[in-house]
């Protein structure tokens, strides 16, 4: 009897023993409990759901900076055709940069957006390099997130332009536009006081058709492009405005161009542009006096006496409700 007292003694002093090193141990926190999700917005009109990653600010006209290269002994029917027609329709990003001054500008409604860069009215690669010059300058100081160069001979489509541009970040480096060349230029670069000789091979985009740069590689430029070191490094390979361009970014930065088959140059075969896709392209152009007939095949409510270029032709078709188009139908784009 006194031994099964002992035994249960024992097991009351293992349980009392277990139990107390249960009360030792810590008890765990209550957590708090999980915030509501709001539910997903069901998509209905005008409501779609955000998407995966945040997108890129929408690209707005007042972005971009358009330079137009002009000189005075073409201010008349020539600048004059471009402002009734196209810069009518994006007058704030537009600025046009000329070598002499003009009364007759300002009446026309091209205001402080014309830019005299006192620059030789003769047409050499030093004059022509003058005025990018100016037009790199004047681009860094506007803030704007790109920078666009055309001739007094292109139209601009602000539409196409801007959809374009959107689908690239200004912050990235990149250089839009279409070769004259189907090959890299080479050219010899000289180190300036003398010394090694180099040859440099680079892609440009013409000049003739318009070309953009984004302000990420504009300001990358800066060390051979600002304040009048554009014409020091032209002096380099001795090339043209546009020339230099491509010598700068692809030679001297290592970036790329991208071929673009949008813009367009009196140099190719207008008349082999798809009468259909005339409206969807970013620059147009026309040809010289020596090749009258070099022109898009688009028909209009002009003549080709009364529209040479075709430029009306084609400012109608977009902008119909531009007061001095004759009434026809949008999009009427038969082949003459």
Same mark, same amino acid.
Not at 233 to 245: G, I, K, S, W
């Given at each position: 009897?006194? &031994?099964?007292? #002992?035994?249960?003694?024992?097991?009351?002093?293992?349980?009392?023993?277990?139990?107390?090193?249960?009360?030792?141990?810590?008890?765990?926190? !209550? &957590?708090?409990?999980?915030?509501?999700?709001?539910?997903?917005?069901?998509? #209905?009109?005008?409501?779609?759901?955000? !998407?995966?990653?945040?997108?890129?600010?929408?690209?707005?006209?007042?972005?971009?900076?358009?330079?137009?290269?002009?000189?005075?002994?073409? @201010?008349?029917?020539?600048?004059?055709?471009?402002?009734?027609?196209?810069?009518?329709?994006?007058?704030?990003?537009?600025?046009?940069?000329?070598?002499?001054?003009?009364?007759? =500008?300002?009446?026309?409604?091209? #205001?402080?957006?014309?830019? %005299?860069?006192?620059?030789?009215?003769? @047409?050499?690669?030093?004059?022509?390099?003058?005025?990018?010059?100016?037009?790199?300058?004047?681009?860094?100081?506007?803030?704007?997130?790109?920078?666009?160069?055309?001739?007094?001979? %292109?139209?601009?489509?602000? &539409?196409?332009?801007?959809? =374009?541009?959107?689908?690239?970040?200004?912050?990235?480096?990149?250089?839009?536009?279409?070769?004259?060349?189907?090959?890299?230029?080479?050219?010899?670069?000289?180190?300036?006081?003398?010394?090694?000789?180099?040859?440099?091979?680079?892609?440009?985009?013409?000049?003739?058709?318009?070309?953009?740069?984004?302000?990420?590689?504009? +300001?990358?430029?800066?060390?051979?492009?600002?304040?009048?070191?554009?014409?020091?490094?032209?002096? &380099?390979?001795?090339?043209?405005?546009?020339?230099?361009?491509?010598?700068?970014?692809?030679?001297? =930065? #290592?970036?790329?161009?991208?071929?673009?088959? +949008?813009? @367009?140059? @009196?140099?190719?075969?207008?008349?082999?542009?798809?009468?259909?896709?005339?409206?969807?392209?970013?620059?147009?152009?026309?040809?010289?006096?020596?090749?009258?007939? %070099?022109?898009? %095949?688009?028909?209009?409510?002009?003549?080709?006496?009364?529209? !040479?270029?075709?430029?009306?032709?084609?400012?109608?078709?977009?902008?119909?409700?531009?007061?001095?188009?004759?009434?026809?139908?949008?999009?009427?784009?038969?082949?003459?």
């Amino acid at each position: 009897m006194s &031994r099964a007292w #002992g035994l249960l003694c024992r097991a009351c002093l293992a349980l009392a023993a277990a139990l107390a090193a249960l009360l030792l141990l810590p008890l765990p926190l !209550p &957590r708090a409990p999980a915030p509501a999700r709001a539910p997903a917005p069901t998509p #209905g009109p005008g409501l779609r759901r955000p !998407p995966a990653r945040a997108s890129a600010p929408r690209l707005r006209p007042d972005d971009v900076f358009v330079a137009v290269k002009t000189t005075r002994k073409n @201010h008349g029917p020539r600048l004059g055709l471009l402002l009734r027609t196209w810069i009518s329709r994006a007058p704030r990003q537009t600025f046009i940069f000329t070598d002499g001054d003009d009364p007759d =500008l300002q009446l026309q409604g091209a #205001g402080s957006h014309v830019i %005299n860069t006192n620059c030789s009215a003769v @047409h050499t690669r030093q004059a022509l390099c003058c005025k990018m010059s100016v037009e790199y300058d004047k681009f860094i100081e506007s803030g704007r997130k790109w920078f666009c160069h055309v001739d007094d001979d %292109n139209y601009v489509n602000p &539409r196409s332009l801007l959809q =374009l541009l959107s689908t690239f970040s200004p912050s990235q480096d990149i250089y839009l536009g279409r070769p004259s060349l189907d090959h890299p230029i080479e050219a010899t670069e000289r180190v300036q006081g003398g010394g090694t000789v180099t040859t440099v091979k680079f892609w440009f985009a013409t000049g003739g058709a318009g070309f953009c740069l984004s302000r990420g590689l504009a +300001l990358k430029m800066s060390p051979w492009a600002s304040l009048g070191s554009f014409m020091s490094t032209a002096e &380099r390979v001795r090339l043209p405005d546009d020339c230099t361009v491509g010598y700068i970014v692809e030679g001297l =930065l #290592g970036a790329r161009l991208l071929h673009s088959s +949008l813009f @367009h140059s @009196h140099l190719e075969n207008l008349q082999r542009l798809p009468a259909a896709t005339v409206l969807q392209q970013v620059t147009l152009s026309y040809g010289g006096p020596e090749n009258p007939r %070099n022109v898009v %095949n688009v028909a209009g409510g002009f003549s080709l006496q009364q529209d !040479p270029t075709r430029f009306k032709s084609v400012h109608c078709l977009l902008y119909p409700d531009t007061d001095w188009c004759p009434v026809q139908k949008q999009g009427d784009l038969a082949s003459e």
